[in-house]
């Protein structure tokens, strides 16, 4: 745990270049870049004597120390690479006379989902949802709900569509009330339910992502609903929902899972995955318009063989004519 004795302290933006020691570990941290901001702490991208690692800088030092503990706990029992990110250090870090609680950890490399949904294009939504609600299967499989999933908090790898949970904040065993939360993706805060973690909360979470990478609600609306009852909210997601995405069965998917009709995540899951699968059959047959593919994506079209008119045609036989001619020639000759 963190041994910093001062439960809370106000964390300051450290500017790239600035060098952080830690207390405890022996290790030094030099700032290179921030990577964002949440209400448990400011995340990092630093330098740790040769390596590139991730730092979390908290205000709570008891509130780091769990949400280390709980990572720890889950790497031990998962065994699995690609859910956690590694952990290095819990540790203190002092600068101008100060001390804060400080948790190291590996620096995941990816893109934002919206930025993934710029490169791949919208058809790709289906897939990114479905990979996220397997990495969330997991976690609920070992008793506990992620509840805070938002865009903020999650990395795409830009060639396998692999989706990386980059903050654990959140984090909290299934059936203890929500610890952190964002209104936009908080079911309770649009009327659609408790906030208690459970997986029905982080399937809300991933079909408002989808929502949002289809069609952003605005920064206008937002605050505008902030004013409104729970009850006004929810009214104005379901008619979003039903104006605003154009893709029947994407909607009809999304909409169920907002409405916490799906039992387990497992429902939700298959019936994306069947639609990413007939979108990408339906693409493959439609030899009149453009596939749009990058490297390393996958359901890549093969090349439409040309039937041979009767150009073609002509041309072989007067190949063939010519082969028969020369050979006869060749063996008269010969006699």
Request: proline share 4%; with cysteine.
């Given at each position: 745990?963190?041994v910093s004795k001062r439960l809370q302290v106000l964390v300051p933006?450290?500017?790239?270049?600035?060098?952080?020691?830690?207390?405890?570990?022996?290790?030094?941290?030099?700032?290179?870049?921030?990577?964002?901001?949440?209400?448990?702490?400011?995340?990092?991208?630093?330098?740790?004597?040769?390596?590139?690692?991730?730092?979390?800088?908290?205000?709570?030092?008891?509130?780091?120390?769990?949400?280390?503990?709980?990572?720890?706990?889950?790497?031990?029992?998962?065994?699995?690479?690609?859910?956690?990110?590694?952990?290095?250090?819990?540790?203190?870090?002092?600068?101008?006379?100060?001390?804060?609680?400080?948790?190291?950890?590996?620096?995941?490399?990816g893109v934002s989902p919206e930025e993934f949904i710029d490169i791949?294009?919208?058809?790709?939504?289906?897939?990114?949802?479905?990979?996220?609600?397997?990495?969330?299967?997991?976690?609920?499989?070992?008793?506990?709900?992620?509840?805070?999933?938002?865009?903020?908090?999650?990395?795409?790898?830009?060639?396998?569509?692999?989706?990386?949970?980059?903050?654990?904040?959140?984090?909290?065993?299934?059936?203890?009330?929500?610890?952190?939360?964002?209104?936009?993706?908080?079911?309770?805060?649009?009327?659609?339910?408790?906030?208690?973690?459970?997986?029905?909360?982080?399937?809300?979470?991933?079909?408002?992502?989808?929502?949002?990478?289809?069609?952003?609600?605005?920064?206008?609306?937002?605050?505008?609903?902030?004013?409104?009852?729970?009850?006004?909210?929810?009214?104005?997601?379901?008619?979003?929902?039903?104006?605003?995405?154009?893709?029947?069965?994407?909607?009809?998917?999304?909409?169920?899972a907002l409405s916490g009709q799906y039992r387990e995540p497992a429902?939700?899951?298959?019936?994306?995955?069947?639609?990413?699968?007939?979108?990408?059959?339906?693409?493959?047959?439609?030899?009149?318009?453009?596939?749009?593919?990058?490297?390393?994506?996958?359901?890549?079209?093969?090349?439409?063989?040309?039937?041979?008119?009767?150009?073609?045609?002509?041309?072989?036989?007067?190949?063939?004519?010519?082969?028969?001619?020369?050979?006869?020639?060749?063996?008269?000759?010969?006699?």
């Amino acid at each position: 745990m963190s041994v910093s004795k001062r439960l809370q302290v106000l964390v300051p933006e450290f500017r790239p270049g600035t060098v952080l020691p830690g207390k405890w570990r022996g290790h030094s941290y030099r700032i290179m870049r921030l990577v964002g901001r949440g209400a448990n702490g400011t995340v990092y991208q630093v330098l740790r004597d040769r390596d590139v690692v991730a730092i979390k800088i908290g205000e709570n030092a008891a509130a780091i120390a769990l949400e280390y503990e709980r990572m720890r706990e889950l790497t031990a029992s998962l065994g699995t690479a690609g859910i956690i990110p590694e952990l290095y250090d819990l540790d203190d870090v002092e600068h101008g006379g100060e001390v804060y609680p400080m948790l190291a950890m590996e620096f995941i490399k990816g893109v934002s989902p919206e930025e993934f949904i710029d490169i791949r294009g919208r058809e790709w939504i289906p897939l990114c949802l479905t990979k996220l609600l397997r990495r969330l299967e997991t976690l609920h499989a070992k008793g506990y709900a992620f509840c805070d999933l938002k865009s903020a908090n999650l990395l795409f790898d830009p060639d396998t569509a692999e989706p990386r949970l980059i903050d654990f904040g959140g984090l909290t065993p299934i059936g203890q009330a929500v610890r952190e939360f964002t209104e936009l993706y908080d079911r309770a805060w649009w009327g659609r339910g408790t906030r208690k973690a459970d997986s029905h909360y982080d399937m809300f979470a991933c079909a408002l992502l989808g929502l949002q990478l289809l069609t952003p609600i605005s920064p206008t609306d937002l605050e505008r609903l902030r004013t409104r009852r729970p009850a006004d909210r929810n009214a104005f997601l379901s008619r979003r929902c039903v104006s605003e995405i154009k893709d029947g069965q994407l909607q009809t998917i999304l909409n169920k899972a907002l409405s916490g009709q799906y039992r387990e995540p497992a429902e939700f899951r298959m019936e994306l995955a069947a639609l990413w699968v007939n979108d990408r059959e339906e693409n493959r047959g439609n030899m009149g318009g453009p596939l749009k593919m990058t490297s390393g994506s996958v359901g890549v079209r093969k090349r439409a063989r040309r039937k041979w008119d009767m150009t073609d045609w002509g041309l072989l036989v007067a190949v063939a004519v010519f082969v028969v001619t020369m050979g006869t020639l060749l063996w008269f000759g010969s006699l």
